[in-house]
């Protein structure tokens, strides 16, 4: 999905952060195309997205394009319903390491835990 298209559909924006846990308030937009096609009668936020936004706040954190390189554990707990549910909140740990950064965190809000991914990325 092209930045243009993402920031239509998302709006990912940090809000705290330190050395080791970042956190970043996400919004949807229940109104995007996307949802014409996932499902229309009960649309839900694709699996590919929410990997998409976990990827995009790596590289916030690190300030540099990044490209997973191995998806060590992904889950997705709950489907992320547009019609109900349009705020989230991505909890983040980046570790940098030899070979690039180490990412661990999970998509969420009082609802409970939607996604959770484990994940090493290298400068893209």
Request: charged share 25%; glycine share 6%.
């Amino acid at each position: 999905m092209d930045k243009a298209n993402f920031s239509r559909l998302i709006a990912l924006n940090k809000a705290e952060s330190n050395e080791e846990q970042h956190t970043f308030n996400i919004k949807i937009n229940p109104e995007h195309s996307i949802f014409e096609g996932h499902f229309p009668e009960r649309a839900i936020l694709p699996g590919v997205v929410m990997v998409e936004i976990f990827k995009r706040a790596v590289e916030s954190v690190v300030g540099k394009p990044v490209r997973m390189q191995e998806s060590k554990s992904l889950k997705f707990l709950k489907m992320v319903e547009p019609a109900e549910t349009t705020k989230l909140q991505l909890s983040l740990k980046v570790v940098t390491d030899g070979n690039g950064f180490s990412a661990r965190g999970e998509l969420h809000n009082e609802a409970g835990v939607y996604f959770k991914e484990m994940a090493s990325f290298v400068e893209d």
